[in-house]
Each structure stands twice: as structure tokens, then as C-alpha cells.
């Protein structure tokens, strides 16, 4: 497990001995796909280092609409936010996949920023990224209709894969639409205007970019 806490960017420059400590100090657990590790709102006691799978962080309201407000791989983190402040859950996590996570617990999390300060820079920095990608994502959903928010999304996530430009995680009308803040009826139609039009294809839930995207729909 020292391997791979090597790999997250939070414990670079760490030594060998830290990283053990790091290690004793945390326990491994292991969710199928489709399980809420934390729910928004629950007071918070430990921290999730991602070490294999991929959540999804999302607030809900209380019919059940949920807004994505990130996808999350191997060397993320999540719950870090409650053990700062001492307030309640700001967002849930819910596996994507099957997931496994190096949990720590409040008590240790906080002694390992007091005895390491160059966690503490790399968590600032983190959580300043976060809070761009946020204030990203509400002038997104306050300026930009419904298809330019999709583009957006569409042209953030594709790779280029087999000669293709593709987002190769799954892609649901309800999944984009939980991402871009919309209906999934909408995003239905705007998929069929893109699949119709020649711009996208789906194959297994996965979107492959024939062409690029029109500017507006």
C-alpha cells in the first residue's frame, strides 16, 4: 500500500516512515459499485483516499434531483472538508465502480497536517482547484444553455483512444443530465440531434466524437 500512497500527489515528498505511518494509521475498505460512502449533511469523522475505482461527488435535493459536482479516480480524495471545519457533509460520494479506499480518521488526518506542512500547501492548492472548478460550474449553469453546457462537458472529458476522440466512462442521458443541471427529456434531444446530425456515436453507453461539436444546437 506504500506504492500507491507514493502515487497520490497529497503524500509526495513524504519518506518511507511517513508513509508508513500513514499507512498504520488507516484502514482499507473496499464498496461494490453503486454505494454511498457519505451522505451530504452526516457529520464527518474521516477522510477517503481513492486507491482504486471511481465515485461520483453530488448534492440532491429532496425529490431526488441530483447535480454532479465532480468524478473522481484513483489518487482522490474526498471528505477532507468536514474534518477541517467541524460542519456537517457539504456533498455525498457514491461508487461508481467498485471501488477501494484508505480511510483516516479525523485524529490522525489532522496530526499529519500538523507534523507535515507541505500537506497542509498541497491540500490548500487543492482545495483552490476545487473551488475554481465549482465557481466554473455555477457560471456555467447561470450563462449557458442547455447544449453549450453538454458541448462543454463533452469536450472536457474526451480522449483520444484507437484513432477516436471518446469519454470512456459511461454516459447515460440521466448521467449527463445529473452533470449539466438539466432534464434527462432534454438531453435526450439533444443526443438525437447529435447522433442524427453525424457528431456522435454510441456504443455500451460510451460517446465517441465523429466530428467536433457545433458551437450552438
Not at 447515460?172 to 438531453?187: K, L, N, P
Amino acid at each position: 500500500m506504500i506504492a500507491t500512497l507514493k502515487q497520490i500527489p497529497l503524500f509526495a515528498g513524504l519518506t518511507g516512515e511517513e508513509l508508513a505511518h500513514v499507512e498504520a494509521s488507516s484502514t482499507t475498505n473496499s464498496y461494490p459499485k453503486g454505494t454511498v460512502i457519505i451522505n451530504e449533511g452526516d457529520p464527518g469523522s474521516s477522510m477517503y483516499l481513492l486507491v482504486q475505482g471511481r465515485v461520483k461527488v453530488f448534492v440532491s435535493d429532496n425529490h431526488g434531483k441530483e447535480f454532479v459536482l465532480a468524478i473522481l479516480g484513483p489518487g482522490e480524495y474526498v471528505g477532507e472538508l468536514a474534518l477541517l471545519d467541524d460542519e456537517p457533509r457539504t456533498a455525498s460520494v457514491e461508487t461508481e465502480e467498485n471501488s477501494t479506499f484508505m480511510v483516516i480518521q479525523k485524529e490522525d488526518f489532522l496530526a499529519l497536517l500538523h507534523n507535515h506542512p507541505s500537506i497542509q500547501f498541497k491540500l490548500l492548492l487543492s482545495l483552490t482547484h476545487r473551488s475554481r472548478q465549482l465557481t466554473e460550474s455555477i457560471k456555467n449553469l447561470a450563462l449557458k444553455d442547455v447544449y453549450s453546457r453538454v458541448r462543454l462537458l463533452f469536450e472536457d472529458l474526451a480522449v483520444e483512444k484507437d484513432g477516436h476522440l471518446m469519454i470512456d466512462e459511461p454516459m447515460t442521458q440521466q448521467a449527463i443530465a445529473d452533470r449539466v443541471g438539466s432534464s434527462r427529456e432534454m438531453v435526450a434531444r439533444i443526443m438525437k440531434e447529435l447522433v442524427f446530425g453525424g457528431y456522435v456515436r454510441i456504443e455500451n453507453e460510451r460517446l465517441i466524437l465523429l466530428q467536433k461539436l457545433p458551437e450552438a444546437f
